[in-house]
């Protein structure tokens, strides 16, 4: 699977504040760590990029392109920043522009970049009329019509990655199997195939840090059986980079991750919860396992769900 390392985010007031203040040191830190973490692209999320940020783009980029050859995302809805760090990069055809929607306006901007600069663009699959879709079906009508603005544009389907857009299991519990489900019917409906992605850090944001990193982790396991190519995820959660080789080595580096790989091939295999074995003596496969619990929507969240 591609990673997308989010750490770079304005939302950090450490990252915004060396943003603010020119810091290479702390950026390029930052940059090498992610690297070193192995993902494919840095995300550089500067937001709408409005009053006094102009450059910021292109500084980012050159901060790390002068000590490193990275792939980056550019994650900004200010259209001037992100056309400027796609011409800052040698190669724009292997960066992200993250991202566009179903919205007419920001849908003709972010695609006409990505038909010019050859890149491979995010798609959130939601607009302003109709907000996230309540269900697959939902999801896919908004995606089919960025892939009908993407084919009159030439752009190719594996450059595109649908975004069924994850909520966070505690505000709305039914959405998580909605957005896994949608997964599954991004990679049936169009030919050739499109990529996938999400934002993993949504489906615990709210949750108590403590048990975040769980969550992350199994909802990547079910998400990857359903069909997940990439995510956007934090570089630096060393358990998650792991779980996520071993699925997909399918060789486990100790029992529990025996019940993470389980749980995918039962997500590729359209399997139930119930058939899932676990060692309840165990007490990481048995989190493991009342975390599924919680994703299918079979129990309840709540903040002390594993305790109970």
Not at 32 to 45: F, M, S
Request: charged share 25%; with cysteine.
């Amino acid at each position: 699977m591609k990673l997308i390392g989010e750490n770079i985010h304005i939302i950090s007031k450490k990252t915004r504040t060396a943003i603010e203040n020119r810091d290479e040191s702390y950026i390029l830190d930052m940059a090498e760590r992610q690297k070193t973490a192995g993902v494919d692209w840095i995300d550089l999320n500067i937001g709408p990029a409005k009053k006094g940020w102009t450059g910021t783009m292109e500084w980012l980029s050159s901060v790390m392109l002068n000590k490193m050859d990275v792939n980056l995302s550019f994650d900004t809805t200010n259209m001037s920043e992100m056309e400027a760090g796609l011409k800052s990069h040698p190669n724009p055809e292997n960066c992200l522009i993250n991202s566009t929607s179903g919205d007419p306006g920001r849908l003709g901007n972010m695609t006409g970049l990505a038909a010019e600069y050859n890149s491979n663009i995010i798609a959130l699959t939601l607009s302003s009329e109709t907000g996230i879709p309540k269900d697959p079906d939902g999801r896919l009508e908004i995606a089919s019509v960025i892939l009908e603005r993407t084919m009159e544009l030439g752009i190719d389907n594996p450059k595109i990655f649908l975004d069924p857009l994850v909520l966070p299991v505690n505000v709305d519990q039914a959405q998580v199997m909605a957005a896994l489900d949608s997964l599954r019917v991004f990679k049936e409906s169009f030919d050739p195939p499109v990529m996938t992605t999400v934002g993993l850090s949504n489906i615990s944001n709210g949750s108590p840090q403590k048990i975040r990193s769980i969550i992350n982790r199994v909802f990547c396991v079910m998400a990857m059986g359903c069909g997940l190519d990439s995510a956007i995820v934090d570089a630096f959660d060393a358990e998650l980079l792991r779980a996520i080789r071993v699925v997909e080595a399918q060789q486990a580096e100790k029992d529990s991750d025996n019940v993470l790989i389980g749980l995918y091939n039962l997500m590729r295999e359209f399997g139930e919860l119930e058939d899932l074995p676990y060692n309840r003596d165990n007490p990481e496969e048995v989190e493991i396992y009342k975390t599924a619990e919680i994703l299918f929507n079979k129990n309840i969240y709540a903040h002390n769900y594993a305790e109970c």
